[in-house]
């Protein structure tokens, strides 16, 4: 894969661009709130919000893509972050590139997350020439499920799977499946 890769994308209302250092503090902010990480293990830490910018970065120089942090057009505000990557951990459908998004409450219900995550995988099957992009999450997890099916992508039920990294027995350790190829990307009106 090429590192040469776009510092922005674009959509109608939102640019996903590169880390800056001015989004350290509002990212921190999004993974300390515990609405926001529901459905998650926990909130993250400072020192855990700063490693994980980190490894978004080295996600981008190794594949040349990776999560962008999210901004609103005309306001510049950080909203959240949004991309494709490969997980570290290995899944019962691995290899695969996953798409995830994680916005902030106050900007809930106003279409950004899906309107991000069609750019991301527009950029992942048109430029770098992925042929599937997955995405995942809690059974229970309503909300990114309606992400993933307004994105178009294809729940796959008989792939529901346990998350290797939820322990066994906890809540949200049932995960399923959703899946985008390049041909059904190619498709969509």
């Given at each position: 894969m090429s590192t040469n890769y776009?510092?922005?994308l674009r959509t109608r209302r939102l640019i996903l661009r590169q880390w800056q250092e001015s989004d350290f503090l509002p990212y921190a902010k999004l993974n300390a709130d515990q609405q926001v990480m529901e459905f998650m293990l926990?909130?993250?830490t400072e020192e855990e919000t700063?490693?994980?910018?980190?490894n978004i970065e080295k996600h981008f120089d190794a594949h040349g893509f990776g999560r962008w942090a999210v901004q609103i057009a005309d306001s510049e505000k950080f909203i959240g972050i949004v991309g494709?990557?490969?997980p570290t951990y290995t899944l019962p459908f691995s290899p695969c590139v996953e798409v995830a998004w994680r916005i902030?409450?106050?900007?809930?219900g106003k279409g950004y997350a899906p309107e991000a995550a069609s750019e991301a995988m527009r950029d992942g099957f048109e430029r770098v020439g992925l042929q599937e992009i997955v995405s995942f999450t809690t059974l229970i997890n309503l909300k990114s499920r309606r992400v993933m099916?307004?994105?178009?992508?294809?729940?796959c039920p008989a792939e529901d799977f346990d998350h290797p990294m939820v322990p066994q027995g906890h809540r949200l350790r049932r995960h399923v499946l959703y899946r985008m190829s390049k041909a059904d990307?190619?498709?969509r009106p």
């Open positions: 776009p510092t922005v926990g909130t993250m700063r490693q994980s910018i980190a494709i990557s490969i902030c409450p106050d900007e809930w099916e307004k994105l178009g992508m294809q729940y990307w190619n498709l």
